[in-house]
């Protein structure tokens, strides 16, 4: 049973606030990944991590950062809330190691919506 | 670079039909391959996976077969549950650097009663 957590799970803001989405994983996974899902259900990786210490930019551009100074945490920040930002986010997280059949375990994500 | 095509959705269906779910993929190398499911209000969960060539993943009645010389792993069920309505994802892991999954874009299936 994979144990990864997303808070909040829905989030309503008004623009320009600052917010953080909160993505911790117990099963000691050293990468770590950020997926943003549009309305269409596509899913965009946003950013990535291979450990502590660790970020790269993803696939899609986005306004947003991330940090990984403890290996079973990897918040999500957004400095300053827009409402093209308005899209479910999804953290995962992957056993460590370069085996092509390791699956990624998902959060349950946060629904973000920004007026 | 590499990519997933999967069939256009969404699919409706009824109680007890035949599910056949279209996958397609370009990839370099020898890629694993994964359906994943998304049901409402939640994130994904792996369904079933293939590592190699001519490899079937099975699961909760589901199966998808590894075809090297096609470049597909459609989805198969041979009777659907109203439970099993949700958004089924195509994927491909290439094993390079991050390890990072290239999905399909999804396909929404709804069964009636």
């Known amino acids: 049973e994979a144990d990864i957590y997303q808070t909040p799970r829905y989030l309503v803001i008004g623009t320009g606030k600052k917010i953080t989405l909160e993505c911790s994983q117990t099963?000691?996974?050293?990468?770590m990944y950020w997926y943003q899902q549009d309305p269409g259900m596509e899913l965009h990786l946003i950013h990535y991590s291979y450990g502590v210490n660790s970020t790269e930019k993803g696939d899609l551009s986005s306004e947003s950062t991330v940090s990984r100074i403890r290996t079973e945490h990897f918040p999500l920040t957004l400095e300053s809330a827009r409402p093209s930002h308005t899209s479910q986010y999804l953290c995962?997280?992957?056993?460590?190691?370069?085996?092509?059949?390791?699956?990624?375990?998902f959060g349950p994500g946060t629904r973000l919506t920004v007026l | 670079g590499n990519s997933v095509t999967q069939m256009e959705g969404p699919v409706t269906l009824s109680e007890e039909a035949f599910l056949t779910i279209n996958c397609t993929y370009t990839?370099?190398?020898?890629?694993?391959l994964f359906w994943y499911v998304q049901y409402p209000g939640e994130g994904l969960q792996l369904l079933l996976k293939a590592t190699k060539a001519d490899d079937k993943g099975s699961n909760k009645g589901f199966e998808a077969t590894y075809r090297k010389e096609t470049t597909s792993f459609h989805l198969e069920k041979g009777s659907v549950q109203v439970s099993d309505s949700a958004v089924y994802f195509c994927?491909?892991?290439?094993?390079?650097?991050?390890?990072?999954?290239?999905f399909g874009q999804g396909t929404r299936l709804t069964i009636n009663p």
């Open positions: 099963m000691g996974h050293d990468k």
């Open positions: 990839a370099t190398g020898y890629p694993s």
């Open positions: 995962a997280s992957r056993p460590s190691g370069t085996r092509t059949y390791n699956e990624q375990f």
């Open positions: 994927a491909l892991s290439d094993g390079a650097g991050a390890q990072k999954l290239v």
